[in-house]
């Protein structure tokens, strides 16, 4: 468990699920992500997120608030296995998510360096995120991370930024 002092970071557990697929539902939420998401695809990508801490021992973390307890979104560190261009160097991205009620008060920033800060002390190494074309808020947050363009690319039609860190350099 990560904690900052307004933040609790962990690992997803079963509870998790129903605020998660609502976050997924949301169209404001995921206009930059894909789109909305059913209950069967958020099930399935929750379970990958669930997966990926057994097979990586790193993951995506469920992100609580400290003093009420309730699910804001999910930030970490993942191995999607996609192409992020030849410019990555990484095949390990960071991603966030929070549900709409939360953005604008420095939640996904807060998160975000928090999950860094554990990676980066695991040893975990480059890193990388793509970023929608449109996606302002999220390119700030990158770069204010330490995040650096590498390449562009088009993913079914959508122009994404990639953008790099090396924790050495973000330090």
Same mark, same amino acid.
């Given at each position: 468990?990560?904690?900052?002092?307004r933040l609790l970071?962990?690992?997803?557990?079963?509870?998790?699920?129903?605020?998660?697929?609502?976050?997924?539902?949301? !169209? &404001? =939420?995921?206009?930059?992500?894909?789109?909305?998401?059913?209950? #069967?695809e958020a099930w /399935?990508? @929750?379970? +990958?997120?669930?997966?990926?801490?057994?097979?990586?021992?790193?993951?995506?973390?469920?992100i609580l608030d400290?003093?009420?307890?309730?699910?804001?979104?999910?930030?970490?560190?993942?191995?999607?296995?996609?192409?992020?261009?030849?410019?990555?160097?990484?095949?390990?991205?960071?991603?966030?998510?929070?549900? !709409? &009620? =939360?953005?604008?008060?420095?939640?996904?920033?807060?998160?975000? #360096?928090?999950?860094? /800060?554990? @990676?980066? +002390?695991?040893?975990?190494?480059?890193?990388?995120?793509?970023?929608?074309?449109?996606?302002?808020?999220?390119?700030?947050?990158?770069?204010?991370?330490?995040?650096?363009?590498?390449?562009?690319?088009?993913?079914?039609?959508?122009?994404?930024?990639?953008?790099?860190?090396?924790?050495?350099?973000?330090?």
């Amino acid at each position: 468990m990560l904690e900052s002092d307004r933040l609790l970071l962990r690992p997803p557990v079963a509870g998790d699920f129903e605020p998660f697929a609502a976050m997924f539902a949301d !169209a &404001e =939420v995921t206009r930059h992500i894909g789109g909305v998401l059913g209950r #069967a695809e958020a099930w /399935a990508r @929750f379970l +990958r997120d669930c997966g990926h801490w057994a097979l990586e021992g790193f993951g995506q973390y469920s992100i609580l608030d400290r003093a009420s307890g309730t699910y804001v979104g999910k930030t970490g560190l993942a191995r999607f296995e996609r192409p992020l261009g030849p410019n990555a160097g990484t095949s390990v991205e960071i991603t966030w998510t929070l549900r !709409a &009620e =939360v953005h604008g008060r420095g939640y996904a920033r807060e998160a975000a #360096a928090l999950a860094l /800060a554990a @990676f980066d +002390r695991g040893g975990g190494g480059r890193t990388a995120c793509l970023i929608a074309e449109g996606n302002a808020a999220s390119h700030r947050l990158a770069t204010r991370l330490g995040y650096r363009e590498v390449d562009s690319l088009d993913r079914s039609g959508t122009k994404v930024t990639v953008l790099a860190r090396d924790p050495l350099a973000a330090a």
